[in-house]
T-cell receptor
């Protein structure tokens, strides 16, 4: 079964708006990561947040982690058409071998000009 | 620019064929992974390797095997291709910074 589950499954916004997507997971983690995938290509690593961190920023990206609720959110501010992609969360579970990630099914984001 | 290279973007194979998917990374990473991606199911781990000649089963290893004879190369083998193995196959590697670097993927169709 999937460890990370993203919500919503799909999101449609206008350029300049913010996009927020959430990820819930089931078991304790070492870290949680977010990836972007453009139109059937490989995934690109965006950001990693460790279990002892609560918030991280990278450019227009802001990630939060709430280990008590086993959830994370990814916020993309001032979205652009180029942000159109699928976004996946992935968890490095504490019970798993190091570096072995479990991915969710993703959130498909469409940004219209 | 560091990269993970998958040998084919698209492949069409016949049922029963033995299929080899090749993945090469130039980052001197110890850890390499094979995932398949299907709509609505996300990425599912098939096999992974932490070192040369070492392999471990992921969540869905049935019908697959792997080979890692050199550090930079990790091959996925479909012993006898079946239509339910039609999928996008993604190779990834990682070093000490935890984030994966993915290849561009191989879209395999088994007819």
């Amino acid at each position: 079964s999937q460890q990370g589950e993203e919500d919503p499954q799909a999101l449609s916004i206008q350029e300049g708006e913010n996009a927020t997507m959430n990820c819930s997971y089931k078991t304790s983690i070492n870290n949680l990561q977010w990836y972007r995938q453009n139109s059937g290509r490989g995934l690109v690593h965006l950001i990693l947040i460790r279990s002892n961190e609560r918030e991280k920023h990278s450019g227009r990206l802001r990630v939060t982690l709430d280990t008590s609720k086993k959830s994370s959110s990814l916020l993309i501010t001032a979205s652009r058409a180029a942000d159109t992609a699928s976004y996946f969360c992935a968890t490095d579970r504490a019970t798993d071998s190091w570096g072995k990630l479990q991915f969710g099914a993703g959130t498909q984001v469409v940004v219209t000009p | 620019d560091v990269k993970v290279t998958q040998s084919s973007r698209y492949l069409v194979k016949r049922t029963g064929e033995k299929v080899f998917l090749e993945c090469v990374q130039d980052m001197d990473h110890e850890n390499m992974f094979w995932y398949r991606q299907d709509p609505g199911l996300g990425l599912r781990l098939i096999y992974f390797s932490y070192d040369v000649k070492m392999k471990e089963k992921g969540d869905i290893p049935e019908g697959y095997s792997v080979s890692r004879e050199k550090k930079e190369r990790f091959s996925l083998i479909l012993e006898s291709a079946s239509t339910n193995q039609t999928s996008m196959y993604l190779c990834a590697s990682t070093g000490t910074n935890y984030g994966y670097t993915f290849g561009s993927g191989t879209r395999l169709t088994v007819v």
